[in-house]
């Protein structure tokens, strides 16, 4: 991690919780000798674009845990209810931050150069709130998986619609047409996201379990990067081996 100039400001925070429901304790649990979070955290450390880089937790097995492999640590509201607003807790104690990118704590192989594309494009295009990321989908079957967040774009690269639904629904299949698959990597202008969790859950929102539909029914761009990077996250215990394979891989 290095710091890109004097005025950037750009926080990578990465939220980790406890609690998942599929697997709790997720993210200590060893891959390849390490705890989960700590492949997350080095991996973040190859960034050139943060200036800061941290772990907001609720938790203080993860805070001895993070600090013990060099992290540090912002210890946030057990009473979050949503990772974005755990790093924007962390984020207001950062002084003079102008933008975050909330990292994901079970995704271990993380690409460094798609965090910093991200951030970049936030910082050369001061009046943008908001941008995320998207991959290619090539297995036909994940365009059916409810599991699978969708995301169909404009003509400019901006978000339309995110869902966990098949879209665009392929009546006819024009040539160049793809489906992305959303990735969870999120920037954000920081005076937008104190806006973006002082909204209640919207109507859109909480029908497809989505918290960045809040923002497109509020009227906010959201720019998409799309990139052939297909980051695989831990959900549950069963995907251990595959991850520790791919990380082994690729060391």
């Known amino acids: 991690?290095?710091?890109?100039?004097?005025?950037?400001?750009?926080?990578?925070?990465?939220?980790?919780?406890?609690?998942?429901?599929?697997?709790?304790?997720?993210?200590?649990?060893?891959?390849?000798?390490?705890?989960?979070?700590?492949?997350?955290?080095?991996?973040?450390?190859?960034?050139?674009?943060l200036s800061h880089l941290i772990i907001a937790t609720d938790d203080e097995r993860i805070q001895q845990a993070a600090e013990d492999f060099g992290a540090t640590v912002a210890m946030t509201s057990p009473d979050h209810s949503t990772g974005t607003d755990r790093i924007a807790e962390a984020a207001a104690s950062l002084p003079g931050l102008t933008h975050v990118i909330n990292l994901q704590g079970d995704e271990p192989l993380l690409d460094p150069l798609l965090v910093d594309n991200l951030a970049r494009t936030l910082l050369e295009t001061p009046d943008l709130p908001m941008i995320t990321a998207a991959n290619p989908i090539t297995d036909e079957a994940q365009v059916d998986d409810p599991n699978i967040v969708k995301v169909v774009l404009d003509c400019d690269g901006e978000a339309l619609y995110f869902s966990r639904s098949p879209i665009p629904y392929r009546r006819t299949r024009p040539d160049g047409l793809e489906v992305y698959r959303h990735m969870g990597l999120y920037g954000y202008r920081c005076d937008f996201l104190d806006q973006f969790v002082s909204w209640p859950p919207s109507m859109l929102e909480q029908a497809e379990g989505l918290e960045q539909l809040r923002a497109l029914e509020n009227g906010i761009r959201i720019r998409v990067v799309i990139t052939p990077h297909e980051a695989i996250g831990l959900d549950t215990p069963e995907q251990v081996a595959q991850i520790e394979s791919l990380l082994l891989n690729q060391s």
Do not use: D, Y
């Open 1 to 49: 991690m290095s710091q890109v100039g004097n005025t950037a400001r750009v926080a990578g925070i990465i939220p980790a919780r406890w609690g998942s429901t599929r697997f709790p304790g997720k993210p200590l649990h060893l891959l390849a000798g390490k705890p989960l979070l700590q492949h997350v955290f080095e991996a973040a450390g190859k960034c050139e674009t």
